[in-house]
């Protein structure tokens, strides 16, 4: 338990709870209280020695700032659920929010089920849970031990607990999330095989087997035929063409690259380098850091419908870039014209993709790598283009001089 508070707190939370429950009614009404007993004692002995090695590990240094009320939340837009980064506010239903993130050990937004078992899921395996419980009384045989019954309780303490000290233990779907999921994974293929048990046969009947065959395809049936989607990194490294394999070979290891903050997601992890800012990292629940996000989110977007290289430059040259990479498709006329992006910042976008498509600095680079008269763009695909802003510098200064016009400095 003390190693899981520093892996992750919110199943921690839910184990300790369940832990706590186990011993309780052990203690009280099992067949060894004394031993029981015990446990109980010891673990409330050692209880505020995990909540205060919790608190050490989700501790965030104070340039973060403080975590956001759930108040406070409900006055920002990022968190709205009409348009917002993290549609949070106000708080889902707690059924629709169990029946979205609670099952996903059979079926989550990452797959494509047939649409039967896409829309009834749920139903399908609480039947299934049910089913296993008849049975078992039928046979008098367990099936769901007090273990799962416990870590289950645990599972919608949590949960609830959660929502109500919204947003200080974090995000309440997390603590169904990952938590149901283990449980599903856990108790299920045990009350199959506990039902279906024989009275001698110590290895497992055919039943059991039977059983757990019927339980994975049920399974493989909830998971469809593949992954949808890009959410939680779901894409291939190529899935922007050969750019962050580009990025990865030719940009410096410290480079500080920036562009359209969602175009650049994979940066980090694909690229292998520092983002400046993107959608994936724009968090809004700590103050500090995200005033400071939100900033360069505005730069960024600023400088990717960039009037000129000039602009381009100006706007860049005080936060250190010494990459932007522009999205070519954000460019065309009607790409424009349904350009979108979080609130609030979607106004900021829709006010910077007013003007004609020719007025960007995106159509003054060359149709074409050319390392002898633009020697600032060395890279350019189907869908990006990278601006070397260090040579960009140098060329504008160049150009500068050469028709007697301020430089960038």
Known sequence: LGVSCLLHPPSALAIGIAMGIIFSVRAFCGRSKQK??????????????????????????????????????LEMPEFSRDGGRFKMVPFWKPSEEIRVFAFQAFNSSLHKAPSFFENHTVEIVVFLAVLLVIFGMVRRKPSFRLECVAFLVAIFITYFCARLFAFYLFVPQRYIQIPMTVFFVASFPLAVWSVFRGKTDQRGSLTQYMGLVFLGVIVAVGSGSGLYGDANFNKVRTQKGHLWNWVRKYTPKNALIAG????????????????????????????????????????SLKAHYARSLKELALILKPEGVDYFIFKRKNFYPEALKKSRYFRPLDVLVRELTSRRYTDYAYKQLPRKVDMENAPYMPYRDDQSVVVDMRKLYQWLNAQGEKSSTPSVR
């Open 36 to 73: 029981y007993l015990r446990m109980l004692g010891i673990y409330l002995v050692l209880a505020p020695l995990f909540v205060f090695e919790t608190y050490m590990a989700v501790k965030k240094p104070p340039e973060l700032g403080r975590m956001v009320s759930y108040k406070e939340a």
């Open 260 to 299: 359209h903050p969602t175009h650049i997601d994979g940066v980090m992890l694909f690229g292998e380098r520092r983002g400046y800012a993107t959608t994936e990292t724009a968090h809004p629940f700590y103050d500090k850091y995200y005033a400071k996000i939100k900033k360069r989110l505005e730069i």
